[in-house]
């Protein structure tokens, strides 16, 4: 167990996605591929995709407005913003945080961005709880948001039709009741870096008037190796935070993992010896929004009433890096 002065539990959450749903069929006209194949190798039937004028910081502004709201925290009173993306608004500074203070009116708030692709709630979780559990501060708003249809290729079938925006925001506060942060994990396998890789317009290759044309500036992903890494994975972490908290699998009270792919959550749940009603699915309908996914789930399940205060959340989230996160906490304050 974690040594803490205080404990970290989840005031309010929100979310937010474009209002733009390009169905399978809509990829369908623009590269060779089908419902067919899309739904049976991912499960995912549509995804919300941004217009031009829409940025990460405009959805992750409606996402944290809600997670406000329900949480009863007035802007003033937070203290630090984390937001999680890999698609910032500005692609050096400013900080995507930084336009969030601003607009958000949170005055008094310091605030980062943080880079964990895909891992990017659980690194963003567990980094706020700490500045909770430590007494550094009372009330924190961490921000998951990324619009990665901003960086496909349109024309390449291995990667556009997966992948669609969102946003998830938690407010995090001091729980003094039943709810709170128990444990969380971490973990990088850089030898998987170049697996799913945006290739220029960061400081190793800029873009220039040589390589603006090129590809490159897309997401690669060599998908069968990242899947076969996130099959292993997402079990190994969830175990591994479980075992951390000394709990058992048996005690998941609600399982909400990364939307990448249904086989992928088939066979955690499957190791997990997890049945269907406390896995948290919701891929068919936003497809894998990456930093945003496991919050949209876990709104949605707290807004049909599946997610109940107390209960015992596992999270568990993977991508580039490669890298991976999982979480453990119970629900509420
Ligand atoms: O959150 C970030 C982490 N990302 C992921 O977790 C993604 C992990 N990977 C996956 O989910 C799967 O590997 C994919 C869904 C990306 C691909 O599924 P797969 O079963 O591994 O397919 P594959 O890559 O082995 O491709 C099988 C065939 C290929 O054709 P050939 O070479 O057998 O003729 C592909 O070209 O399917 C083809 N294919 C498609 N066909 C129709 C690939 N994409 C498509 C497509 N529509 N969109």
């Not at 623009?30 to 959805?59: K, M, N």
């Not at 444990?183 to 220029?200: E, F, P, W």
């Not at 929004?289 to 049909?304: H, V």
Request: aromatic share 8%; glycine share 10%; proline share 3%.
């Amino acid at each position: 167990m974690l040594k803490r002065q205080f404990r970290a539990g989840v005031a309010g959450i929100g979310s937010a996605v474009p209002d733009r749903v390009m169905t399978n069929d809509d990829w369908a006209k623009l590269v060779d591929t089908s419902d067919e194949w899309i739904r049976a190798r991912t499960g995912i039937a549509e995804r919300r995709l941004c217009d031009d004028s829409t940025a990460a910081s405009d959805l992750a502004y409606a996402a944290a407005q809600k997670a406000l709201k329900q949480s009863g925290v007035a802007p003033a009173e937070i203290e630090l913003i984390i937001v999680a993306t890999t698609t910032p608004d500005y692609p050096v500074f400013p900080s995507t945080a930084a336009l969030l203070q601003e607009k958000l009116g949170c005055a008094r708030a310091g605030g980062f961005d943080l880079s964990a692709a895909c891992s990017g709630f659980g690194y963003a979780f567990y980094t706020a709880a700490q500045f909770i559990e430590n007494g550094e501060c009372q009330k924190v708003l961490l921000i998951c948001a990324d619009t990665l249809s901003k960086n496909m290729d349109y024309t390449d079938r291995n990667v556009c039709v997966l992948f669609g925006d969102g946003a998830g925001a938690m407010v995090l506060a001091r729980a003094a009741g039943a709810g709170g942060h128990l444990a969380s994990v971490l973990g990088l396998r850089g030898s998987g870096a170049a697996d799913l890789i945006v290739k220029t317009g960061g400081s190793r290759e800029p873009l220039t008037a040589g390589n603006i044309q090129s590809r490159d500036k897309y997401i690669y992903m060599n998908g069968k190796s990242v899947f076969k890494f996130a099959v292993q994975i997402m079990g190994e972490a969830t175990e591994q935070v479980l075992k951390k908290a000394g709990l058992k699998p048996e005690d998941i009270d609600l399982f909400v993992p990364h939307q990448a792919n249904t086989r992928i959550i088939d066979a955690a749940m499957k190791r997990l010896s997890l049945p269907p009603e406390k896995v948290v699915v919701n891929i068919q309908k936003y497809g894998n929004t990456s930093s945003a996914s496991i919050p949209l789930a876990l709104d949605e399940a707290c807004q049909d009433g599946r997610l109940q205060k107390g209960m015992l959340v596992a999270a568990c989230g993977f991508g580039a890096g490669l890298s991976w996160a999982a979480n453990l906490f119970r629900w509420g304050l």
